[in-house]
């Protein structure tokens, strides 16, 4: 997701209402499964100190496995984001990368564990496994 520098300093704001794709290389080291496509919705503004400010609301659908039996649960997530970009994120002169920046946000709102709803606790197998006391 990129934004031309120069028309955001003669506009001094521009909205965004996109979909953005996480490639696959983002997650694949982390306990995420998949990630739905995002929905990004906000503005990108020069505020009065002329600084770059971020104005986003972000959601989506992490994949993650279950901590009992591993199978895939579906988790919501909606992050409003307000941030001020740093210098050193804009690639060259003239545009800025924002999936670097969303997605250090998104995976803060990782959860560290989920359990699928109505899971039987009491089942000792299950595909490909079962419990040995």
Known sequence: MKIDL????????IDINEEVIIPEEYYQKIDIIKVSPLKVKGN???NNQDEIELNVNIKGIFILPCAISLE???Y???????EIIP????KG?????????L?????????????????NTNNTSGKG???IS
């Open 6 to 13: 120069r028309k955001l300093y003669i506009l001094n704001k």
């Open 44 to 46: 990108i503004m020069i």
């Open 72 to 74: 895939e649960v579906d």
């Open 76 to 82: 919501d997530f909606n992050i409003d984001l307000n």
């Open 87 to 90: 210098e050193t994120n804009k």
């Open 93 to 101: 002169k003239f545009e800025l990368e924002l999936l670097d920046i």
């Open 103 to 119: 997605w250090e946000n998104i995976v803060l709102e990782v959860p560290i564990r989920v359990v699928k709803e109505n899971l």
């Open 129 to 131: 496994w079962e419990l």
